[in-house]
């Protein structure tokens, strides 16, 4: 029986240490991983290998050879473009001989049982069998659902928090028989979890997983590589480590050199030929690979050296990678998270701070103080991208250096001479990061057509236009004077998919940036008529009939912020009577805390109730989302006001379809349905909700967070439009809003957030999923489990932050609180 070994892959997050050796090659414990994964094969009797290439596959082959040297016998099939999983495989099919073959990455280090694999295959079998690790962290893999018998029930690949329902994941490694490769297409890129393994699992197919008691880790990323050599030197891994172990948990290669005098606190490892001097200090996993020299005074904790490096008297490393041929002189520092690439040099006295990456043949002049402010490792983000967009304190995480960076990455995406909206909001940081991003966008070949100060709506109308690539807004983030978010647009005005924050994310890692010719620097533009255009569609698009004649009173509050751009073009031709606060635009206060806004909604009620006034809304400083005060003034909350808008439209509909996040109250449904309208229900994502918005069928989608979407006018949120809509609705209904609020149900809806480490969450929504036993469990976005009598309970880990939250719903207050108090129990005992 043959294995296939997959060794093309780039590596790109893995950059610089990637950027001039491929993945399979990078060193573990002086091993490549490609190494470690032969030996495994080796072990359980695989001597024949294909081993596909095609990123610097020249370097692999080199190294290898025909796999003499390691007893096997090696082959290669090279990829001239990327072919995806499977799609390598295929090139190979003529190396396999039409037998039963097994596949496995190059570039995951894992001890499994492959004997064990393949028995379990024979038994059950099976056409493809998948090994299987419950892990952690799910999000970057691939989960399944298998039923007791090991048979594979659904695949998704790379989830976000809110698809979670298992910590079980595919390891990339697979028992398959040869017809398999009878549903993978001749030179196309095809992945097996993505395509043939759904087409199988549709067809009927005998797919089977096998859960594994092993180690296995997809080294990925900096702090995954640096956490498989902490696993290597500390037992955790089922290999042999080709050294002398010296003292409890100390490694010495042949040949190397360690002073008696050298202070050695271990587990850590020292490479074949190396030399530590006396005074030198070495800490816990720290690794030094062949022929380093460590010099006397040089400190080094959780640091991995790769060949052949120099370090210095005096010098400071603490977990940190030092690529091959590197010297680092008398007195450098590198810090935390630091990534040093091939052959560079840090000169004395040198300061390398958290995070930063040094690509490789650079030069760090000494006493420099290299600090790029790129901080995300530092804070423990796991990605670019927040629910609010790139967010981060004002001058501190979001510098202008940072918003170059990012609209550089963003340009790079795009094609050159493609044109991009940008926007901001009244602040004085987006102003000033706004123009660090228009430079970098041009200085990128991609032209720019700047709305200045603006509405968000605005801008997202503006790029959903033809012609227009993205956007990109800066706003202050809502709440918190001190932060600030960049938003990036696509070409319908949306937030970007989790696709594209990806792809913008993985050339931001690898700081790799398209800079154009001189011919090609790209224009600066701006626009004259835009909020003229805005309020033309809008007025065009949504029914505004009968409020005229509705002679209605409006108190409206700006928030100081730019939807009173917008208004005075538009209110003038609406027909109402309209008292307005807050209308100046405020540079010094450009959003609000919780406080100021329960105050100003105060004061909005005591306007509205005493001036007469049909209702009262209050735009969220950018103009996306609005608060309600009835005729009473009484404010309307978030929920209810979702409530009353849906019910609204449904009423003068009677037909078509509404989008609603699972976290909604199934009130909503009961609306819907009495008025003849059906509910589509959503994930929380807001990029999810507007693709449900641009549905032909949709008529109506709010977030339930003040956000409403109209499709008729656009299918982004949208406080503006809304407004108008509800002004159009109320005219044409005669009914105030306290009388429409109390003929809609009372909803019993809450809602709890639970602490939960991150590496405990995929265990959590497994227990979660384990605890619904027999009952419905719906995984439309997180774990819904309905009861038998309705009531129902939702787990949905946060994407950004170590928490969980749950929701709970029920015939009254007391059922709804007995709910949420059982999952919050299942959840603090299974994150514990």
Known sequence: MKAVVMAGGEGTRLRPMTANQPKPLLPLINQPIMEHVLRLLKRHGFDETVVTVQFLAALIRNYFGDGEELGMSLSYATEE??????????????????????????????????????????????????????????LEFGIIICDEDGRI?????????????????????????????DHVADGESVDWSGDVFPKLLAEGARLFGYVADCYWEDVGTHESYLKAQADLLSGLVDVELGAFEVMPGVWVSEGAEVDPEAILKG???????????AGAELREFTVLGSNVVVKEGAFLHRAVVHDNVFIAPSTNLRGCVIGKNTDLMAGARVEEGAIIGDECVIEAEAYVSSGVKVYPFKTIEAGAVVNTSVIWESRGQRTLFGPRGVSGLVNVE???????????????????????VTGRDASRAARTLKRAVISALTAGAINVQDLEACALPVARTETGRADFAGGVYIRTTLGDPQRVDIVFLDERGADLSLAAQRKLERVFGRQEFRRAFPGEIAELSYSARVVETYTHDLLRRVDISGVREARLKIVLDCAGGTSS???????????????????????????????????????LGELVSSSGAAFGVRFDPVGARISLVDENGELIGDDRALLVMLDLVAAERRTGRVALPVTT?????????FHGVEVDW????????????????????GDGRGGFLMPEFSTTVDGIAAFVRLVG???????????????????????????????????VMRHVVEAAGDRTVDTTDGVRVVEDDGRWALVLPDPSEAVTHLWAEGPDADAAQELLEEWAEIVERAGS
Not at 98 to 123: C, K, N, Q, Y
Not at 729 to 758: F, G, M, N, Y
């Open 682 to 701: 959503t994930s929380t994502s807001q990029d999810v909700l507007t693709k449900a918005a641009a549905r032909p069928e949709v008529i109506f989608a």
């Open 81 to 138: 473009m990327p072919l995806g999983t499977a799609g390598s495989v295929k090139n190979a099919a003529e190396a396999l001989r039409d037998d039963r073959f097994l596949v496995i990455s190059g570039d995951a280090l894992t001890d499994m049982d492959l004997t064990d694999l393949v028995r379990f295959h024979e038994e059950n079998d099976a056409l493809v069998t998948i090994g299987l690790k419950r892990v952690p962290d799910p």
């Open 267 to 277: 587990p850590l490892y020292i490479g074949d030929y190396a030399k530590v001097e």
């Open 153 to 181: 029930q659904r695949f998704l690949e790379k989830p976000t928090w809110g698809q979670v329902f298992s910590d079980t994941v595919n390891t990339g490694i697979y028992v398959m028989e040869p017809e398999v490769l």
């Open 565 to 603: 751009l917008v208004l005075p073009t538009l209110l003038g031709k609406i027909g109402v009577e309209v008292l307005t606060r807050n209308n100046l635009l405020d540079e010094a206060s450009p959003t609000e805390t919780l406080a100021e806004r329960m105050r100003d909604l105060q004061r």
């Open 398 to 420: 979001i510098t202008p250096e940072l918003a170059v960076r990012l609209a550089s990455a963003y340009a790079t995406t795009l094609r050159k001479g493609a044109t991009v």
């Open 729 to 763: 609705l109320v005219a044409r209904t005669r009914l105030t809003l306290s009388q429409i609020d109390r003929r809609i149900p009372e909803a019993h809806l809450l809602r709890r957030s639970v602490p939960t480490p991150w590496a405990a969450k995929g265990g």
């Open 665 to 673: 109250t199934r009130v909503a449904e009961q609306v819907c349905h």
